[in-house]
């Protein structure tokens, strides 16, 4: 079975500051991986994802991640945190093989940014 | 391009009730997945249609069910509502034969049962 695991359910960061978001995964065949963002009272807005190819994955809003296979790992970062960036994110994976498709979510991480 | 959208915004409910939830699919779309945000249990799947058949539920009681239209609109029905049903219903929609996997996301139905 997979399974997601999302280093800690708050981060706090300074406006301006890195954003790293940690998410290790555990999958007996090699996976797709996704970040999503939520914002409050709203669904889940794709970030990026990673099926194949390059294992650094470029998204929307200035966010990348990084396939590390012997890791297990597909962190999320961004340069520099903006005011909008506080919302929670999802690590997810999902293996079109085994389950059609379905997504397994890590418990989420919930970004605050400082001013 | 219109997005997933899903009916009720809100609903609320008393234990016992019924609740029916609906999901349109973008154009197109002929899977629809279901999944439940409950407080403190995170983001769990619960049902998976395609093509109007169920093909995957997640490990949640019978009374959980759903069914998928002709135009590959969902319904959601969770029967004897029970107080920790009580979460956001998100529905999301896949074009089959996707080679990348990528679900869209409704804005959900947030489901109070009292």
């Known amino acids: 079975a997979q399974s997601v695991t999302q280093l800690g359910s708050h981060v706090s960061v300074s406006e301006g500051a890195l954003v790293l978001l940690r998410c290790n995964y555990s999958?007996?065949?090699?996976?797709?991986l996704f970040w999503y963002v939520q914002y409050p009272n709203q669904g889940l807005q794709l970030l990026l994802k990673?099926?194949?190819?390059?294992?650094l994955v470029k998204g929307i809003n200035g966010f990348e991640a990084e396939f590390k296979k012997s890791e297990t790992s597909f962190h999320l970062t961004k340069p520099s945190a903006h005011m909008s960036d506080a919302a929670e994110y999802f690590c997810?994976?999902?293996?079109?093989?085994?389950?059609?498709?379905?997504?397994?979510f890590g418990g989420g991480t919930r970004v605050l940014v400082k001013p | 391009e219109a997005g997933v959208t899903q009916s009720p915004t809100h609903l609320i409910k008393t234990r016992g009730q019924q609740a029916t939830l609906r999901c349109s699919p973008i154009s197109g779309h002929t899977s629809v997945y279901w999944y439940q945000q409950a407080l403190g249990l995170g983001l769990q799947f619960l049902l998976w249609y395609d093509e109007g058949e169920e093909r995957n539920r997640g490990n949640f009681p019978p009374r959980f069910s759903g069914r998928q239209f002709p135009n590959y609109s969902s319904e959601l029905n969770v029967n004897a509502l029970e107080l920790e049903d009580s979460a956001l219903y998100l529905c999301?929609?896949?074009?089959?034969?996707?080679?990348?996997?990528?679900?869209?996301f409704g804005p959900g139905t947030r489901l109070t049962v009292l």
């Open positions: 997810a994976v999902s293996d079109l093989r085994a389950a059609g498709n379905k997504l397994t």
């Open positions: 990673y099926t194949t190819g390059a294992t």
């Open positions: 999958s007996s065949v090699p996976p797709y």
């Open positions: 999301a929609s896949l074009r089959s034969g996707s080679s990348y996997n990528e679900q869209f």
